[in-house]
């Protein structure tokens, strides 16, 4: 693997299951992005201590990769005009069933266990609590999942650089739409009680 230091390797080394590093997340706050827009590598999640949707998705792909699963992210894209943005995760499988890894600061949108037989049926698991203030449903469209792979030659896990060219590229590549335009008109917004169950924040900014 990349030259990762021997502290960076013992704490990787330790996440032996996706539900580990879903605890790893869940437990550094989320990247408020106080100082400007970020998009850091799994080292320098490691080095600060804290994550936003992106990077936690990056981070739990290399953690997998080390224990010799592929390094995926998948992109959840909300519709083109909507006042809301995509949220990316880490998909793996165990026994031929996918789940998901996800940094969020929200109740939703989470980890999902290793019960779908599809990237679809993963993908639509999120699709009933991805609304808007409003109660509006936001998600359009989905991408495959993207091996990191691709990108070992520019050292994507360990760079000291911001590595925006794999959201970049993520956005670019083919997405699936969930959604016919019939299907679209008919969609109820969520109600007064789910948007009020859904406001809770992990975490606050620093004042």
Request: aromatic content about 10%.
């Given at each position: ?31 408020f992005e106080e100082d400007g827009e970020t998009c850091m590598s799994p080292r320098r999640v490691l080095e ?160």
């Amino acid at each position: 693997m990349d030259k990762f230091s021997k502290n960076e390797l013992r704490t990787l080394k330790k996440l032996t299951t996706p539900q580990k590093i879903q605890d790893f997340l869940d437990a550094i706050p989320i990247n408020f992005e106080e100082d400007g827009e970020t998009c850091m590598s799994p080292r320098r999640v490691l080095e600060t201590k804290k994550a936003h949707c992106m990077e936690g998705a990056m981070f739990a792909a290399a953690a997998l990769k080390m224990h010799g699963q592929a390094p995926l992210v998948l992109d959840l894209k909300v519709a083109p005009r909507a006042d809301d943005l995509d949220h990316v995760v880490a998909p793996f499988r165990v026994r031929g069933y996918w789940g998901a890894i996800s940094k969020t600061n929200h109740p939703v949108l989470r980890y999902r266990d290793p019960i779908y037989k599809s990237i679809r049926e993963l993908v639509m698991s999120y699709f009933h609590e991805y609304f808007m203030d409003s109660g509006k449903k936001t998600l359009r469209s989905y991408s495959m999942p993207l091996d990191l792979s691709r990108f070992n030659e520019k050292h994507w896990m360990i760079d000291a650089k911001d590595i925006f060219y794999i959201p970049e590229y993520l956005n670019s590549t083919r997405h699936i739409h969930i959604l016919t335009p019939a299907m679209q008109r008919m969609l109820r917004p969520a109600s007064k009680l789910e948007i009020e169950a859904t406001k809770m924040t992990e975490w606050k900014p620093r004042v």
